[in-house]
């Protein structure tokens, strides 16, 4: 059997390498100018329409075809399994009312248990009750903890503690895919939420170079699982527990029977304090702070379901452990679409041709009508199978290796190319027409 297969692989490859050589000299040269001339009529338009920026931005949507990875990476990404240094505090499962009295108790109970740092992801932008405020300010400035502040807002606590910018980056209801290096308040820049954490936690210089960077998303859907609800099990919550950070309620977080647990998961690690659910972290209805994500499953129609503070523990562990993605410059991945489409055309040109010749051959008693259906069908599978190469190739096997291409970008490109290349094509085939009928006359 496998010589078998063998031998008709062979056969298929010098078929096709007869069916090229067959072709006209001037037929292929055709081809060759058509496809330079369809390049040039690309760049010229791009030259006065600025199609490239264009065609970036029509693909950096919301709906992204490189959002397929976060659907299936599970078997592709062994970095999801790795250890997270993030644990995550739902302020919400304490009355909003003594929301500062209680934060004063949870970061003298969270120290005991020698963590590696604490913050705080709560804007305080007025004063409250004034003996609330005393115990929050007398806590702070004791274990000075990192401390939010938003871009339009203020707190009254800055000068207690070390203060970061807040605010994400993305259009309003698109789904979160960057995050910022820095923001500016007040005039000055002042590092990120993620950026001064990663700076105190390892000493990483905060990065005024470049405002924002694509996040690499380390966790699935929501991004966090409950420590101690031990309600839900099966495939589901084993993959909560492989892949997203730990978080706990602050009524676990208070509760002295649960001490060894506590330590287990807040040892030398990262405490983020965070409003992530009223009552309990997992409570649908409420979408204060919640965000759409890519790791979302559905492509369209999104919920925000991944809390701010899970969104700032994904950069502080991208920044922690170097875990950027690559990305092309604009002219890179430009000659990457064309160097895609070389590739295609002379495949759609020596296979199609081959198939069409196979075709003719095999049903040459038929209609033609029935000849060209099927020609155009193999030919149109083949530009179909090479746009889910494209997908594919772009938005999951390179992005799992840490390459970001967008596949949007390649796919539009890759059609306005193939659309000026037989643009390109027609221009020559008339201007061919036209001067042998010139010789004729």
């Known amino acids: 059997?496998?010589?078998?297969?063998?031998?008709?692989?062979?056969?298929?490859?010098?078929?096709?390498?007869?069916?090229?050589?067959?072709?006209?000299?001037?037929?292929?040269?055709?081809?060759?100018?058509?496809?330079?001339?369809?390049?040039?009529?690309?760049?010229?338009?791009?030259?006065?329409?600025?199609?490239?920026?264009?065609?970036?931005?029509?693909?950096?949507?919301?709906?992204?075809?490189?959002?397929?990875?976060?659907?299936?990476?599970?078997?592709?990404?062994?970095?999801?399994?790795?250890?997270?240094?993030?644990?995550?505090?739902?302020?919400?499962?304490?009355?909003?009312?003594?929301?500062?009295?209680?934060?004063?108790?949870?970061?003298?109970?969270?120290?005991?248990?020698?963590?590696?740092?604490?913050?705080?992801?709560?804007?305080?932008?007025?004063?409250?009750?004034?003996?609330?405020?005393?115990?929050?300010k007398a806590s702070l400035n004791k274990y000075h903890p990192i401390l939010a502040k938003a871009k339009m807002g203020v707190n009254v606590f800055k000068e207690c503690c070390d203060v970061a910018y807040i605010n994400l980056p993305d259009a309003e209801n698109e789904s979160i895919r960057h995050y910022y290096n820095y923001g500016v308040l007040d005039g000055q820049k002042v590092p990120s939420f993620a950026s001064l954490i990663a700076q105190k936690k390892a000493g990483r210089a905060v990065d005024f170079n470049n405002p924002m960077f694509r996040l690499r998303y380390n966790c699935v859907e929501n991004g966090y699982f409950d420590v101690f609800d031990t309600l839900n099990s099966g495939a589901h919550r084993h993959d909560e527990l492989r892949y997203n950070f730990p978080a706990i309620e602050a009524t676990d977080l208070l509760d002295t029977g649960k001490d060894q647990q506590l330590r287990l998961y807040l040892k030398g690690k990262i405490v983020i304090f965070a409003w992530m659910g009223s009552g309990f972290m997992n409570y649908e209805e409420d979408v204060s702070d919640r965000f759409k994500t890519p790791t979302d499953r559905a492509l369209v129609n999104r919920s925000?379901?991944?809390?701010?503070?899970?969104?700032?523990?994904?950069?502080?562990?991208?920044?922690?452990?170097?875990?950027?993605?690559?990305?092309?410059?604009?002219?890179?991945?430009?000659?990457?679409?064309?160097?895609?489409?070389?590739?295609?055309?002379?495949?759609?040109?020596?296979?199609?041709?081959?198939?069409?010749?196979?075709?003719?051959?095999?049903?040459?008693?038929?209609?033609?009508?029935?000849?060209?259906?099927?020609?155009?069908i193999v030919k149109w599978s083949l530009v179909f199978v090479w746009i889910l190469l494209l997908i594919y190739g772009a938005g999951v096997l390179l992005m799992a290796r840490g390459y970001y291409l967008e596949a949007g970008t390649l796919l539009l490109q890759f059609g306005l190319l193939l659309a000026a290349v037989s643009i390109g094509d027609e221009i020559i085939r008339t201007y061919r027409e036209s001067k042998m009928k010139k010789q004729k006359d």
Do not use: C
Request: no cysteine; hydrophobic share 50%.
């Open 304 to 376: 925000p379901i991944m809390p701010g503070a899970v969104i700032h523990a994904v950069a502080v562990e991208m920044m922690l452990n170097n875990y950027y993605y690559s990305e092309p410059t604009v002219f890179t991945q430009f000659l990457i679409s064309i160097v895609l489409l070389v590739l295609a055309y002379l495949t759609i040109i020596v296979l199609g041709d081959w198939a069409a010749a196979a075709i003719d051959q095999r049903f040459k008693k038929k209609r033609w009508l029935m000849r060209f259906l099927l020609s155009a």
């Open 1 to 136: 059997m496998a010589r078998l297969l063998y031998l008709s692989r062979i056969s298929m490859l010098k078929s096709l390498r007869k069916s090229f050589q067959k072709t006209p000299v001037s037929h292929r040269l055709r081809f060759a100018v058509a496809f330079v001339v369809g390049v040039a009529l690309y760049v010229f338009l791009d030259r006065i329409k600025d199609i490239n920026s264009q065609v970036i931005e029509l693909a950096s949507q919301d709906i992204s075809l490189n959002d397929i990875y976060y659907s299936v990476r599970s078997d592709y990404d062994s970095d999801l399994l790795g250890d997270k240094q993030v644990v995550l505090v739902n302020l919400g499962s304490k009355p909003l009312d003594s929301l500062r009295s209680t934060l004063a108790v949870l970061l003298e109970r969270t120290w005991q248990f020698s963590p590696a740092l604490m913050a705080v992801d709560v804007t305080f932008e007025e004063d409250k009750v004034p003996q609330s405020d005393r115990l929050l």
